[in-house]
């Protein structure tokens, strides 16, 4: 990139569609306008470490109370000096102390179709109770648990019984490999490991214990394994090492109070990948995460009594940290969890699942949207969507085309969509439209939220103005912020503070427009850079998935003598067959919709693209294809190796 110090990069998208929110939601809403957000907004710019501050004493419990804001030792911070709280606290008991004890906290539906229900006073119990199996077996604070579960209550009772204790979790997607986990148990020092028999997946099992006993064999610092009986499966139980989740709970007394934790206390690691390398694992620590994850929630999700939230994550990633475990139980929320795949039985699973449970908010991400309109209207047709009054995404850009399904067809036109983004770095949402307040643009996240400066900058470092994209910065500290890298405090600095000097950089570009409404234009490392103009990979993309027989797209620079770089576009079609005259017509519509110099120069029709396990499309894997390149860097968060495979054998 040094050769292009100080480059910006063109935006060739057009869409100037607005969408205000109903005054009927407004009303009702807790931040009801633009005034009052950019008032919030500018308040909190002022002086975040005192609005954060304020909120802080306010929102959390505090076993003592904190006594500075913030400590900002750059790249290092501490929020809420010297207090002691503790978030598995925040989450159950504060609600039981208020008398809430009776509100539903979970509804959960296995993939089979079995049922369960726990309130915060259930929840509590369970937690206490399995927070004590933990101690049993040697686990204090400090210690690092593993834990590769399905999708069930019992990953969140791990979860909240780590947090109770001072343990430090560490989730594992359960879709990861023995390799995966051994490497992540290893670089943590696990002590613990939390699985279950098996998991089901579009009516399989998935052997989890079985890739368990293969990673443990790896992983020396795990001196005990907690197995759950989901499927019931024969397993092998190790003796001395595997204990039955069920049997060790019938032993455990329901008394266990929570800990008072320093703010600063780990909470908890979540591994992500690099572009290269080992994975990371993000550390995040006790208060100014909860704080964050709370708050974050409430405003965007514009949390109310009645709501029924569902948010589609695995706890695996960090949308379900945030939004399925910590910020929706400790606003005292009724969450929906589902833990199995959205086709099965069928296409129209969680369809069947919003009707059912009458869900208020659903929160889920471009992938499964894209999915689901290729799939077809008629599995959405089925289903009385109704209940819904708010929309919401995450992980990727959305294509504006995928954003006006989701409104028409799921949100009834009646719907705000939140588009949120964030990172497992960020602990939560820091951009979004709040959706009383700010009208949205499909395909914009929007605007900051209160207490959040982004800048965009170009490679010196300075400022861009207005529609030019850039690196996309952070430039105050904020409570739900990464706290380091897990044992690597030299690479922490490096990805994150040493490029731009003072700011935090997140690794996504991104332009601001001149209504301040800010367009993530997709990963540094992916942009193109064609005859001199670097292009963002989403505007292609969504200029591909505006046409009506695309169903999903992927676009990537392959080296070119003349262009610097020629543009190569990868298409998944709906329901129609590959033809010579729809390669022209598509690479006609491109070039309609946004230019010339964005017009693809390959294009390549596939099954399926690669995909990581929580759905990004990875780009970095089609650009070696483009370029007639063995696949280099790591694969290991690939969901289906197949499809890269296919990809090869078609080229
Ligand atoms: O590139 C951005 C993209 O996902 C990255 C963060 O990924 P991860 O740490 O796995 O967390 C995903 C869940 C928060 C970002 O750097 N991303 C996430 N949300 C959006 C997005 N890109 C565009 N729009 C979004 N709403």
Not at 124 to 143: P, Q, S
Not at 392 to 398: R, W
Not at 451 to 480: A, C, F, R, Y
Not at 547 to 559: D, F, I, L, S, Y
Request: with cysteine.
């Amino acid at each position: 990139m040094a050769d292009q110090a100080g480059r910006q990069i063109d935006t060739v998208m057009q869409e100037s569609r607005l969408f205000p929110p109903r005054p009927s939601f407004s009303d009702k809403a807790r931040i009801k306008s633009l005034a009052e957000y950019e008032a919030l907004w500018n308040e909190a710019a002022t002086d975040p470490a005192k609005f954060w501050g304020d909120m802080a004493r306010e929102e959390l419990h505090w076993f003592e109370p904190f006594t500075k804001s913030l400590n900002w030792n750059e790249p290092f911070a501490e929020w809420f000096v010297g207090g002691k709280t503790n978030a598995s606290y925040n989450c159950l008991d504060a609600h039981l102390e208020a008398g809430q004890g009776d509100r539903v906290a979970l509804l959960w539906e296995g993939e089979p179709g079995d049922t369960r229900r726990l309130t915060y006073t259930e929840l509590h119990r369970e937690v206490c109770k399995f927070a004590n199996c933990l101690k049993t077996l040697g686990i204090g604070e400090g210690d690092v648990v593993s834990i590769y579960m399905p999708m069930v209550p019992e990953l969140a009772i791990a979860m909240l019984a780590c947090a109770r204790i001072g343990a430090v979790h560490s989730v594992i997607f359960a879709g990861f490999s023995a390799e995966a986990i051994a490497d992540r148990n290893n670089d943590a020092q696990a002590k613990v490991q939390i699985t279950a028999d098996g998991a089901w997946r579009r009516g399989n099992i998935l052997p989890l214990k079985e890739t368990v006993d293969a990673a443990l064999v790896k992983s020396p610092s795990v001196k005990h394994c907690i197995v759950l009986d989901r499927v019931n499966e024969a397993i092998e139980m190790k003796v001395g090492r595997d204990y039955w989740w069920h049997e060790l709970m019938d032993a455990a007394s329901d008394d266990c109070p929570a800990a008072p934790l320093d703010s600063e206390a780990p909470l908890y690691i979540l591994y992500t990948s690099g572009s290269t390398g080992k994975p990371k694992g993000i550390k995040h620590t006790t208060a100014g995460y909860n704080l964050f994850a709370k708050k974050t929630f409430q405003w965007v999700f514009d949390h109310r009594a009645e709501d029924i939230f569902w948010c589609t994550a695995d706890c695996g990633w960090v949308t379900g940290h945030s939004y399925v475990v910590y910020g929706p139980l400790s606003a005292g929320a009724t969450c929906l969890m589902y833990e199995g795949a959205p086709n099965f039985p069928a296409e129209d699973r969680f369809w069947e699942l919003v009707e059912k449970y009458r869900v208020s908010v659903f929160y889920t991400a471009p992938t499964a949207i894209r999915a689901f309109i290729k799939w077809g209207d008629e599995h959405v047709e089925k289903h009385d969507l109704s209940s819904l009054r708010l929309l919401g995404t995450v992980g990727e850009g959305i294509n504006p085309e995928a954003w006006m399904w989701y409104h028409n067809k799921i949100g009834g036109e009646r719907c705000p969509i939140v588009d949120t983004w964030w990172q497992t770095e960020t602990g939560g949402i820091m951009m979004s439209p709040l959706p009383g307040a700010i009208p949205t643009k499909p395909g914009s996240c929007t605007k900051p939220l209160p207490g959040i400066i982004p800048e965009i900058v170009d490679e010196s470092g300075k400022p861009v103005g207005k529609n030019q994209g850039g690196w996309l910065t952070i430039s105050h500290p904020w409570p739900g912020m990464l706290r380091g890298i897990w044992g690597d405090n030299e690479r922490y600095q490096e990805v994150y503070w040493s490029k731009v000097p003072g700011k935090y950089l997140a690794g996504d570009n991104a332009r601001c427009d001149e209504d301040g409404y800010y367009w993530i234009m997709g990963r540094i490392d992916d942009v193109l850079n064609v005859s001199g103009h670097r292009l963002s990979t989403i505007e292609i993309e969504s200029a591909l998935v505006s046409h009506p027989n695309v169903a999903e797209a992927a676009a990537v620079g392959r080296p070119d003598d003349l262009k610097g770089e020629a543009v190569a576009v990868f298409v998944t079609l709906k329901n129609v067959e590959p033809t010579e005259e729809l390669r022209n017509a598509l690479k006609q519509h491109v070039r309609k919709e946004i230019g010339a110099l964005a017009q693809p120069d390959d294009i390549r029709f596939t099954n399926a693209l690669p995909k990581t396990r929580s759905g990004k499309i990875m780009r970095r894997l089609l650009k070696d294809i483009a370029a007639g390149k063995e696949t280099v860097g790591d694969t290991t968060t690939l969901e289906d190796y197949t499809v890269l495979a296919n990809l090869r054998e078609e080229e």
